[in-house]
């Protein structure tokens, strides 16, 4: 009968195989710390923001936001009046660049990607913003221009920037960016919490309760 091949052995007596094991399992955990620590102090100062406006958001009904408005108007000049008739006319998309710059210097309001809304006799631009609203709107027979804004306070701005409400194109990738951030860090908490809860008999319960409190909630109170 042959003999078995005995296990090569490093010279403190420890199977070969063994270490490789140990040592994989060491980088494993030192590449997932590196990968956790990195995408906790990307998301650090993300999370508190979106767990502060989580809570404001809750209580949303409960905190008084006073709407401040102000108004102001004034009288488009003649030349720009008969661009604005020729756009009219021909129901354009966006006012004409020389007539949004008037307006942008006349009122600080960037109108020129904006759509119109053409009515008889007006033209009307939508400006939402994040915390509050404004709009313009332009006689297209006498050339009146009144500019409209209301805030409804910091609240409900730091509000609006958690939904993304109103934020434009950068602060939506901003959002996504975040988001896969924050996953990388759950991610790898997920797989530090397995490499180390043989150690930690308490793990599996709590991430279990994790799970069920909330199932819990949803499936008894909320219909």
């Known amino acids: 009968m042959a003999p078995t091949p005995r296990t090569p052995l490093r010279s403190d007596g420890i199977p070969r195989g063994h270490v490789s094991r140990k040592i994989s399992r060491g980088t494993w955990s030192k590449q997932l710390r590196l990968w956790h620590w990195v995408s906790s102090a990307l998301c650090l100062v993300g999370l508190l923001f979106f767990t502060v406006t989580g809570i404001t958001l809750n209580h949303a009904g409960e905190i008084e936001a006073k709407p401040a408005v102000r108004e102001v108007s004034a009288t488009m000049p003649p030349e720009l009046l008969a661009l604005l008739k020729a756009a009219a006319e021909g129901q354009a998309r966006a ?25 008889t006799g007006e033209a009307y631009i939508a400006l939402p913003r994040p915390g509050g609203d404004a709009w313009v709107a332009i006689s297209t027979v006498s050339g009146e221009t009144t500019y409209e804004t209301t805030s409804r306070g910091a609240v409900s701005f730091l509000n609006d920037l958690h939904k993304g409400r109103n934020t434009g194109m950068a602060w939506r990738w901003f959002i996504d960016a975040f988001a896969v951030a924050c996953l990388v860090f759950a991610v790898t908490g997920l797989l530090l919490l397995y490499l180390h809860a043989q150690s930690r008999p308490s793990t599996w319960p709590l991430v279990g309760f994790g799970l069920l409190f909330p199932s819990l909630l949803v499936f008894f109170f909320i219909h």
Do not use: K, M, T, Y
């Not at 020129?112 to 053409?118: F, H, K, L, P, S």
């Open 95 to 119: 006012l004409p660049d020389p007539v949004s710059n008037w307006v942008e210097e006349s009122f600080g309001a960037a109108a020129g990607d904006r759509a119109v809304e053409w009515s």
